[in-house]
Structures are given as C-alpha cells and as structure tokens.
C-alpha cells in the first residue's frame, strides 16, 4: 500500500482507532493501556458465605425432620415397653429397660471415640514428621485406638444381651408388636448416628462460616 493509500485507510477507520501491528486490526483508543480487573476477593467470600448460610438451612432443617423421627421411635419403644411390663416379671423388664439403656450408651461411646480419633488423625497427617506436637498426638492416638477397642468389645456385649433380650420379648409379645420392638431397636441405633453425623456437619459448617465472616471484619477474630 503506497503512501496515498495508507493516509486514504487511516481516514477510513478514523481517530478512535489506532493501527495494531501484529494483526493488522484497528484497535480502539478507549481499550489501549487498558488492564484486566482483577477478581475482588471479598466478592468470593461472600458467595462462599452464601453457600454456606443455604448448605447450613438444609442441615437444620433435615435436623429437625430427625428429630421427629428420633420422638417417633422413642414413642414406639415406649408402647413396646408398656406392652411388655404388663405381660412379663419385673426382673425380665429391668432387664429389657437396662438393655436399651446400655444400647443407647455404648453407640453413643463408639461415634464419640471414632470422630475423636479421626481429628487426631487428621491433625497427625497435616504435621511434619518431627514437628514437637506430634509426640502428644500419638500418645493420645494410642489412648484413643485402646479405648475405641474397649468400645467395640462393650459393643459385641450389648450385641448378645440382645439377642437375650430379643427371645425373652418374643414370648409375651405377638408377631405385629414383636416387630416394632425390632424395628425400635434396630432405628434407634441408627438414629443415634444420623443425628451425630448432622451434628458434626453443623458444627464444621459453623466454624467455616464464622471464620469467613472474621475475614470480612463481619464479626471479632476467634477463629
């Protein structure tokens, strides 16, 4: 292009532009020098603060459908039990009652020990490997596999009384609220470690969530 064309092309495209000489593109004046804008890091935040306040709704809602669950089946142990005192001796009630007492105890026993020994372990696993903490750690790893050994044979014990337990019931009660004593039983355990497991998630979900807001000067450093 000779000179006469160059002048007649840059009339062309007009003052808002500039000519770019890598591409042979017009580039307009209003995006030269003009750098990226960068991410606000505070917008993260309270997106992440956000999700959390939804993910933390659900939990306490599911919470409390449990927590309905959780009365429905003391409920049912209760007519079980009412049933079952008025047909059997006192000593085969005590029986029954320290039965589910224990039961209640010993799964409780067990969820405690295992998440405790999971956060040592977890903190274990983010130390170097002669880092000063770690010695208290492991002593207190060891405690805890010993006892949740405890635990399990505690466990094993209540597992054989059940069984007991279970024959004694099936004399005095007929098939439909045999079934119910099954049933309460078996919800119970399970209920214990549902509402444990929500619990937890809870309470991690409340840290992280105030920790966040500590971030944002949204509440006083206690993180």
Excluded at 45 to 61: C, D, F, G, N, Y
Excluded at 104 to 113: C, R
Aim: aromatic share 4%; charged share 25%; net charge positive.
């Amino acid at each position: 292009m000779g000179t006469r064309g160059f002048a007649r092309w840059s009339q062309s495209v007009g003052p808002s532009a500039a000519w770019h000489p890598c591409t042979h593109v017009p580039v307009p004046q209003s995006q030269q020098g003009v750098a990226p804008v960068a991410p606000d890091p505070s917008l993260r935040q309270l997106q992440l603060i956000e999700s959390l306040s939804r993910k933390l709704a659900v939990l306490r809602e599911a919470q409390r459908g449990l927590q309905e669950d959780i009365s429905a089946n003391g409920a049912l142990g209760e007519d079980v039990a009412a049933r079952l005192q008025a047909l059997c001796t006192p000593g085969e009630f005590d029986k029954y009652r320290l039965f589910v007492g224990d039961l209640d105890k010993v799964v409780n026993l067990l969820l405690s020990l295992s998440g405790r020994l999971a956060r040592v372990e977890t903190a274990l696993g983010s130390l170097g490997p002669h880092s000063r903490p770690q010695v208290a750690l492991r002593e207190k790893q060891r405690l805890l596999v010993a006892q949740l050994e405890d635990a399990k044979e505690l466990k094993e014990h209540v597992g054989r009384r059940e069984e007991a337990v279970g024959a004694m019931v099936a004399r005095y009660l007929p098939a439909e609220h045999l079934q119910d004593y099954q049933h309460f039983v078996k919800m119970k355990s399970a209920l214990i470690a549902e509402q444990r497991e929500l619990e937890e998630k809870i309470k991690l979900g409340q840290e992280q969530l105030r920790c966040l807001r500590e971030s944002l000067g949204q509440v006083p450093k206690g993180c």
